[in-house]
């Protein structure tokens, strides 16, 4: 569904350039539900923003990045809006950011819908509601601006907003960042859930081994820029082959050892 062939992206900076991907060849399937881990700086959150072409303007990319047989690095404005909507919606880290703090909910989402699909604002509320309802949300959240929602409902409604559409591929950078454990559990099923009911790609960006294990039925490993290893969770658990994945299970496996001596 989506290739990345010798994807490279790197920062311009005052002090010289700083390489963040370096020729990644890369295949998230249709269907499938990948998570990107890795340790902090490895390239996973310019990764997802290379394929939604959000990168700042200070980046310089090359590469191909083909989603459907369509290079995302060659559309104009016009065409990359519709993608970015209509085919590969992303939820981003820290649900605040996908909103205007000074609209309601039900305004935002139905907006996409009324610019994206054509609908009449009425007709937008009514799907608005739905899919609220579709991440566990009430018809009254329709009516509430974002600094009125916790952190796991403006990530609930952030996830109803990027289906308004119905994409087939759903992107997340760290989506359950600064929420409790409980939450974050949550909002990762509710994501895997839907995606799956929906029969989408997914492809999410975690600092969470554990729960990427339990949900994903990919993991990518990242460092320093490059993709080390692809492997289903049995694999990354019972055989990892690159020393930094090895590192990454022997830290989860350490927090369980000392977890069960207390
Ligand atoms: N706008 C920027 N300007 C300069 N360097 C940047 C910029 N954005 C990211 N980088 C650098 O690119 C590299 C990859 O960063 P990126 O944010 O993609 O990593 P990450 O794996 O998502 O990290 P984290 O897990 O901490 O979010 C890092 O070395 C980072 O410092």
């Not at 509601?129 to 566990?136: D, I």
């Not at 999410?204 to 990919?218: E, F, K």
Request: aromatic share 4%; glycine share 6%; proline share 5%.
């Amino acid at each position: 569904m989506i290739q990345l062939r010798s994807l490279s992206v790197s920062y311009r900076t005052p002090r010289g350039t700083v390489a963040a991907l370096k020729n990644i060849n890369f295949h998230i399937p249709y269907g499938s539900a990948t998570a990107i881990v890795g340790e902090s700086g490895s390239g996973k959150s310019t990764l997802l923003h290379s394929i939604m072409r959000l990168l700042p303007p200070e980046a310089m990319l090359s590469g191909q990045i083909i989603f459907q047989e369509t290079d995302v690095t060659s559309l104009d404005d016009k065409a990359l809006q519709s993608f970015r909507w209509r085919k590969c919606s992303m939820v981003l880290q820290g649900a605040m950011s996908s909103f205007n703090p000074v609209l309601t909910i039900g305004r935002q989402i139905s907006e996409v819908l009324v610019h994206h699909l054509g609908f009449l604002w009425k007709e937008a509320f009514e799907k608005s509601e739905e899919l609220l309802k579709m991440v566990g949300l009430p018809k009254s959240f329709l009516d509430r601006f974002p600094h009125e929602l916790s952190g796991g409902q403006k990530q609930r409604a952030a996830i109803a907003m990027a289906l308004a559409c119905k994409p087939p591929c759903l992107l997340a950078d760290e989506p359950t960042t600064a929420l409790d454990v409980i939450t974050q559990a949550e909002i990762i099923l509710l994501l895997k859930e839907i995606t799956q009911k929906n029969q989408m790609t997914l492809c999410m960006v975690t600092h969470d081994l554990p729960l990427a294990l339990s949900v994903c039925d990919r993991l990518a490993v990242m460092h320093k820029g490059e993709i080390v290893e692809v492997q289903t969770p049995s694999g990354i658990l019972n055989n990892p082959t690159h020393p930094h994945t090895r590192k990454l299970v022997e830290s989860i496996r350490s927090i369980e050892e000392r977890g069960s001596r207390t």
